[in-house]
């Protein structure tokens, strides 16, 4: 019969399986995070050259923001791309979990995440602190570079064999594509009259100041643990 392990030895044990493997995680999703800001940054100056035989007052441009932010902004657009530091793992109750592939290895659903959000570009530019952006898209990485998007319309179904496709750049450019049209569907909508009917003096200070009137695009946006009503 084996000796039982001291509670140090199960402490040591649990960190090399799942601390390990978190780090390991994180590091596949760096440079999965990586990857895509260099193909952001292709894509923007290849859209650039297009509009500019157009209209070269519609702006198309790629900013880095640190290690973990970057932002491609067109038209009246900004794409904020930010990779979360943080592993997580898929709830028990996700459909993901049907699939061979993790009931094979259930260490394969510790992923890395990649959240993009969708912003007015005059959000930014005005510092309108108060303006809301929309979740469009959310991409996990594991540790095999297996991956799988959430989001609506064509993000939540192209994206979505997680068991069997590995990420690259291809797929990575197909994914900033999809995000942009996606956003590009939508337009900005006039507030509601009655939101909009009373304002103090200070506000309108503000407004001056920083143009402060909260705006948002309505994305219509929702997870599927969320409500399926709203497109």
């Given at each position: 019969m084996a000796d039982k392990k001291s509670p140090k030895e199960l402490i040591i044990d649990v960190l090399k399986e799942k601390a390990c493997l978190k780090q390991s995680v994180f590091r596949q999703t760096t440079d999965v995070f990586n990857e895509f800001k260099v193909e952001a940054q292709k894509l923007a100056e290849e859209l650039k050259d297009e509009m500019c035989k157009v209209d070269n007052n519609v702006v198309l441009d790629?900013?880095?923001?640190?290690?973990?932010e970057f932002h491609i902004k067109f038209?009246?657009?900004?794409?904020?791309?930010?990779?979360?530091?943080?592993v997580f793992e898929f709830p028990k109750s996700h459909q993901i979990w049907t699939n061979s592939y993790l009931k094979d290895n259930p260490l394969r659903s510790y992923c890395g995440m990649i959240n993009v959000y969708n912003f007015l570009s005059d959000s930014f530019k005005y510092n309108r602190i108060n303006d809301t952006g929309y979740l469009v898209a959310r991409c996990f990485i594991n540790n095999e570079k297996h991956y799988l998007v959430e989001g609506k319309r064509q993000l939540g179904f192209l994206y979505n064999d997680f068991a069997n496709e590995t990420i690259n750049n291809d797929k990575i450019r197909s994914i900033l594509e999809s995000t942009i049209l996606y956003s590009m569907d939508f337009d900005l909508?006039?507030?509601p009259?009655?939101?909009?009917k009373e304002v103090s003096v200070m506000d309108i200070i503000e407004v001056t100041n920083a143009i402060k009137i909260k705006t948002g695009k309505r994305l219509g946006f929702k997870f599927q643990v969320d409500?399926?009503?709203i497109e």
């Open positions: 790629f900013t880095e923001k640190g290690d973990f038209g009246g657009d900004i794409l904020v791309f930010y990779m979360h530091t943080n909508l006039t507030p009259y009655e939101a909009m409500s399926n009503n």
